[in-house]
């Protein structure tokens, strides 16, 4: 197994209207050169990505980079799309099950949508991350734009995509969680 964070996700993770470098993806492999975790971070991160396509995409990105972890944030389009929620959790669920098969662990990362899609849509749809992740016994971030949707300086003008100010605060809010899954392989890793 090796030591590749496969960071899978759409837009937000794939530092859209930016320069790759400026985005959390990028920031994260830094940090654990840095901090001298031996991890490689692998982006595959497509903006406009839904959980459909990802579905698809995701067998041979596991194939092709045998990730020891997947860090999956897909959702965001699929709410601004008003998939129906049950699908958007039968997708994401699938790549849970297949990152498992793979021999990685998962990492969920939550997503929040515009109030605008009225209550009933929003709250299904906040619903099946924290539901996914107790299912499995997954850690989740409860919502990847936590420190930075709600402040007008740390977003895009779109009030969507973090902008480079506001990409460091995203992987803090990443970070508490995928930090323990580094600990917890290290402690393994000569095991694995």
């Known amino acids: 197994m090796s030591r590749t964070i496969l960071v899978f996700g759409d837009s937000l993770s794939a ?35 839904t959980s459909g396509g990802g579905l698809e995409r995701l067998p041979r990105a596991l194939e092709l980079h045998r990730p020891r972890l997947v860090v999956l944030e897909l959702g965001a389009n699929d709410g601004l799309r008003a998939l129906p929620a049950a699908e958007l959790r039968a997708n994401l669920e699938r790549m849970v099950q297949l990152s498992r098969q793979a021999g990685a662990q998962v990492l969920l990362v939550g997503i929040r949508i515009p109030p605008n899609y ?9 619903r099946v991350f924290p539901e996914l992740a107790k299912q499995y016994h997954l850690p989740l971030v409860p919502f990847l734009l936590q420190k930075v949707a709600l402040d007008p300086q740390l977003m895009q003008a779109d009030g969507l995509h ?15 969680y995928l930090e323990p899954l580094l600990k917890k392989n290290h402690q393994s890793g000569a095991s694995r």
């Open 15 to 49: 530092a859209y209207g930016l320069a790759p470098e400026q985005g959390w993806v990028a920031m994260l492999a830094q940090r654990l050169r840095v901090q001298g975790y031996g991890e490689q971070v692998v982006n595959a991160s497509e903006s406009g990505e």
């Open 162 to 176: 973090p902008n480079a100010r506001g990409e460091a605060p995203v992987l803090d809010t990443v970070w508490p």
């Open 118 to 126: 009225g209550p009933r849509y929003t709250q299904d749809f906040e």
